[in-house]
């Protein structure tokens, strides 16, 4: 079946500590994207890519880096100048940028807490 | 960006229609509606989507205003498991999915 997949599910770190999360996905999207979820919060906009070796900050992208090398792959690195980085992180594709009505995807998403 | 406006919550009993307003008062000619639903721990799943006309999938029914300011999902028959958190969003025809914003949503209690 085709879909994202992010891992880990759960990830403690310490202070100080960067930390990657992984995403893939099958779907031969274009496009791929993150957001970041807070407790009782709505999603917020963290990178997205159009392509390949091209990616731009959304709204909340300090503290934060990205890469897209490959199509099926956008790794999120949650860096030590992130302040308050617990949160639910959330891996979403789609077919492309350009028309109002292309339809995300979403991976399960992966928690992680700061101790 | 264009925004829009949903209650917080709503209770409904199982097996009874579901309608989920949502405001959108600055929508342009070109955006689309999109609705999304997310299950507690889970990502969000696509619902349904429109630009114009009144829209029916497997899941759901999109009924949009004539002068598109506001739309209403609507689910047939509650279910347990269609507990969960709706958003309602739009998205330009630029294609700015980027831009998504996905607000606080509109969180459905089903009562057996």
């Known amino acids: 079946d085709g879909g994202i997949t992010q891992s880990p599910k759960y990830l403690f770190r310490k202070e100080g500590q960067n930390v990657t999360l992984s995403c893939e996905q099958n779907?031969?999207?274009?496009?791929m994207y993150w957001y970041r979820q807070d407790p009782g919060q709505g999603l917020r906009l963290i990178y997205y890519?159009?392509?390949?070796?091209?990616?731009q900050k959304g709204d909340i992208a300090e503290g934060y880096s990205v890469s897209r090398e490959k199509k099926e792959s956008f790794p999120l690195t949650v860096t030590s100048a992130q302040k308050n980085p617990t949160a639910f992180y959330l891996c979403?594709?789609?077919?492309?940028?350009?028309?109002?009505?292309?339809?995300?995807?979403f991976g399960a998403g992966s928690r992680l807490t700061v101790l | 960006d264009a925004k829009t406006t949903q209650p917080n919550s709503m209770e409904s009993n199982e097996e009874e229609p579901v309608h989920l307003p949502c405001n959108h008062s600055?929508?342009?000619?070109?955006?689309?509606i999109h609705w999304y639903r997310q299950l507690p721990s889970q990502g969000p799943e696509y619902v349904i989507h429109?630009?114009?006309s009144n829209v029916n999938n497997r899941m759901a029914s999109l009924a949009i205003a004539e002068d598109r300011k506001s739309s209403t999902l609507i689910l047939h028959r509650a279910t347990l498991r269609d507990a969960a958190v709706y958003y309602c969003?739009?998205?330009?025809?630029?294609?700015?999915?980027?831009?998504?914003?996905f607000g606080k949503g509109i969180t459905l209690s089903v009562r057996p």
């Open positions: 600055t929508i342009s000619g070109t955006d689309y």
């Open positions: 779907l031969n999207h274009d496009a």
């Open positions: 890519s159009q392509i390949v070796n091209d990616f």
């Open positions: 969003i739009l998205s330009d025809h630029t294609g700015a999915n980027s831009k998504l914003t």
């Open positions: 429109g630009l114009t």
């Open positions: 979403a594709s789609s077919i492309g940028l350009g028309s109002g009505a292309n339809v995300l995807t």
